[in-house]
């Protein structure tokens, strides 16, 4: 997965960025993949002549890249750790790609702590797709993001065909709240026995369903991992909980069609009114509970519409499929989608009436029976 802004090498391309140090899940579970000594790391095998390269799959279609995956070759998890990938973005228009980034690198690290098979991105100056890999640098330092753990893919929810070789999971490890904790990575190998090239792609999974995003990406072996983030400090609790600024803009979204004016009826329209006081008084006084539900109930009601027929994230529907997802999801099966409706209804309903300017379009209104 690459990222720029808020864009990435994964489905959370043009969603959100990150810039966070290394910490790692201490839990032990039975897709951990065993330690081995650094020391003993191989050196990259020559590629021969009838091998299948990186290079040759940057032209090739998502249908052929998605065979790769479902027809790939085992990773052997001690052969990746202490090196650095050369990633390559595949799969994405030129303008996607003009947003983002088209070249990052990828660690494995295996934890000394831990025994965890970890990495993290390294983004890199984009100085084209054969130049040398130049690490961005923030005072001083390569600028890293997104932690993962690399497991295998045993108990792990996965696309069909999807489960040939290794996952690189972003929710097992710390990262900043966001969309990044639904996303996976199966990598496969590209030639039988070798792990200097690899293929991998990004899919979330959403409300325990699988969805597939066409951003597939080349690792190919680089150099010996010369840089170990530190570990980021531990946000504050309040801000560890706070809604990203995406988030926010997703969350408003739905609450503007779960509220529904601003069309003849004279109120001003949701998008109109100052949403920074809502969330200023939302992140001050709601209890931790209620903040932390909040997270898992946008982004399910965010990207549902994705598995229920509209084939696209709530926020590329028009107004008029909006209307329809917020109608079927009231009628859903699930006790939870509908809740999410209920909390986010009653969450809308203070945001905007709140406004001053929606209490005094109420105020001018006598109530019935009352003569003005």
């Known amino acids: 997965m690459t990222h720029e802004g808020q864009s990435g090498d994964g489905i959370v391309g043009s969603l959100s960025h990150f810039v966070i140090g290394r910490s790692v899940s201490a839990s032990d579970e039975s897709n951990d993949i065993p330690a081995r000594d650094v020391s003993l790391r191989r050196a990259p095998r020559m590629v021969r002549a009838n091998m299948t390269t990186a290079r040759e799959l940057r032209t090739a279609s998502t249908q052929q890249l998605r065979a790769r995956i479902a027809n790939g070759y085992p990773v ?23 947003m983002t980034w088209k070249t990052f690198q990828k660690t494995f690290y295996r934890d000394p702590t831990t025994a965890r098979l970890i990495g993290w991105n390294v983004r890199l100056e984009q100085d084209g797709i054969d130049s040398p890999s130049r690490p961005k640098l923030r005072n001083g330092l390569p600028v890293t993001e997104w932690n993962y753990e690399v497991i295998a893919p045993v108990g792990i929810a996965t696309p069909e065909g999807f ?54 990406f080349t690792l190919e072996r680089e150099h010996p991992i010369r840089y170990v983030p530190e570990e980021a400090p531990t946000p504050q609790k309040a801000m560890a909980l706070a809604l990203t600024r995406t988030e926010r803009a997703w969350a408003e979204q739905l609450f503007a069609v779960i509220i529904a004016t601003g069309e003849d009826d004279g109120l001003p329209a949701f998008a109109s009114i100052d949403r920074d006081v809502f969330w200023r008084t939302f992140d001050d006084k709601a209890t931790p509970l209620v903040r932390l539900g909040l997270r898992p109930m946008v982004h399910t009601l965010t990207f549902l519409p994705v598995t229920t027929g509209f084939r696209k994230p709530f926020f590329q529907l028009t107004v008029k499929e909006r209307e329809r997802f917020i109608g079927k999801a009231l009628q859903s099966r699930s006790y939870f989608v509908r809740q999410s409706i209920v909390t986010l209804k009653t969450l809308a309903c203070l945001a905007y009436f709140d406004d001053p300017r929606v209490r005094s379009t109420f105020d001018a209104v006598p109530p019935p029976g009352v003569r003005s």
Do not use: H
Not at 79 to 86: D, H, K, N, Q
């Open 76 to 98: 052997d998890p001690q052969s990746l750790e202490g090196w650095a990938y050369r990633g390559t973005s595949l799969g994405l228009p030129s303008v996607v790609e003009r």
């Open 163 to 216: 489960d040939r070789g290794l996952i690189i999971d972003y929710s097992r490890v710390a990262n900043p709240p966001g969309i990044v904790s639904f996303v996976k990575d199966p990598l496969v190998a590209l030639n039988p026995g070798s792990a200097d090239q690899l293929l991998g792609v990004s899919y979330a999974v959403v409300a325990g369903r699988c969805v597939e995003t066409p951003t597939y």
